[in-house]
């Protein structure tokens, strides 16, 4: 059975609660579900039929494609002047000795450390501290697109804009439009965490509010920019706060359509001022993949950080609703394993996330940031798989 084939046979069956079937019905004419139909289905929706609409909604936009990339992580602090509960990540300023503060040299240098490798992407986002401000990032910036110009500067998040624009007195447009014409060329989704105030009080009381990062995501789509969204799920939420985030988001994009891509991001508990909660399953995981795809009807793409859920996970939400997955080159990163991620050491080379893809019969797409094509592995036999088709083709003479 085809995609479409599963929903209607789900839809017939005469077992089915009438809400769900209301909503699978829904899916299949591509119509948007509603705010309470988000929250039923989070309450009330099994995996298995969560499965069977969203991987309806991916295969339909994307069949069997898995898009990934290949970039490089830049974090130029792990100082925050902020408190967030759930971040394992960052020392506060009066432990800034423990941390790392880099200065704009520092920063090239990692990115001249890639001159040779087939990047296309670098990801610039870490802490927030005084030191780098307008004039630093606009400084890297320059210097990075005079180095590489073909490299796409993936930058920062409104936590970071904010407080940057503020101190330097530039409207939310205005700061945006000129770290853009200093080869700013994308923003990446972090900093959302749950938008809600009643949530993000609790987890994240002294950064922007839901409110400031939503504007300067519209003003970055204003002026022609891509970015992403994320959402911080699985802590002390309820689930209507999850389909509050999502419906802020579905609002935004209605209007700009400028967000390319929504990731959910499982809150982890190591060492955080959060620990004592406890995470979600990986059951959990997936429904959440699978009601975001089904709720963001005006998304292209959901991705799955497979450094933070580990592969098999990643794997799994490949049926689930995902079709694109991040691929770190190397341990550029260190934001999951702090906290608390199963990948330790996140790096991938491209042979395995190729492989990670095809073993559960998706086929991979190299993408730029912009999604377009850079590679395409369908057919590609790399040097190794072609030795081993030949140890494994040997004919059995034991006999
Ligand atoms: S989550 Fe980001 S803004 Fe919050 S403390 Fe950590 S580094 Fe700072």
Redo the contacts with the bound molecule.
């Keep these: 059975m085809d995609a479409k084939e599963k929903l209607n046979f789900l839809i017939s069956n005469p077992l089915l609660d009438s809400e769900l079937r209301n909503v699978a019905n829904k899916v299949l004419q591509e119509e948007r579900i509603t705010f309470d139909e988000g929250v039923y289905l989070y309450e009330k929706a099994e995996l298995g039929y969560l499965g069977v609409l969203a991987n309806f909604i991916r295969e339909k936009r994307h069949g069997d494609i898995t898009f990934f990339n290949r970039n490089f992580h830049i974090e130029p602090t792990n100082v ?1 002047v ?3 509960k759930f ?1 394992s ?2 020392r506060m300023i009066k432990e800034r000795a423990e941390g790392w503060e880099m200065d704009v040299e520092g920063m090239m240098d990692i990115v001249k450390k890639y001159d040779d490798e087939a990047v296309t992407e670098v990801h610039i986002t ?3 501290v005084p030191k780098q401000n307008l004039d630093f990032y606009a400084e890297f910036f320059k210097k990075c697109k005079a180095h590489r110009p073909e490299l796409h500067i993936k930058g920062l998040t409104p ?1 970071e804009y904010y407080y940057i624009f503020k101190k330097a007195k530039l409207s939310h447009y205005d700061g945006m439009k000129y770290l853009q014409s200093c080869g700013l060329d994308s923003m990446p989704g972090g900093g959302a965490e749950i938008f809600h105030p009643e949530i993000r009080e609790q987890i ?1 009381h002294d ?1 922007c509010t839901a409110e400031q990062w939503l504007d300067i995501h519209e003003q970055a789509h204003k002026l022609g920019m891509h970015t992403n969204a994320t959402m911080l799920y699985g802590h002390i939420e309820q689930f209507w706060h999850r389909v509050d985030h999502m419906e802020r988001l579905r609002q935004l994009q209605d209007k700009t359509g400028g967000f390319q891509t929504f990731i959910p991001l499982k809150f982890r508990n190591k060492e955080n001022q959060m620990s004592h909660v406890s995470e979600v399953s990986v059951i959990e995981d997936l429904r959440n993949y699978a009601i975001a795809r089904i709720y963001l009807d005006n998304f292209d793409h959901i991705k799955a950080y497979w450094a933070m859920i580990s592969r098999d996970t990643a794997q799994m939400s490949l049926a689930f609703g995902v079709d694109d997955i991040d691929g770190t080159l190397d341990d550029t990163t260190k934001i999951y394993s702090m906290a608390g991620a199963e990948e330790q050491n996140p790096g991938m080379s491209t042979q395995q996330l190729v492989e990670l893809i095809r073993k559960v019969g998706r086929h991979p797409i190299e993408r730029d940031t912009l999604y377009h094509v850079v590679t395409d592995y369908k057919d590609v036999v790399f040097e190794d798989d072609s030795k081993k088709k030949n140890y494994y083709a040997l004919p059995v003479v034991n006999n």
Excluded: E, L, T
């Design positions: 925050c902020y408190d967030c971040c990540y960052s870490g802490g927030v936590v994240a950064k």
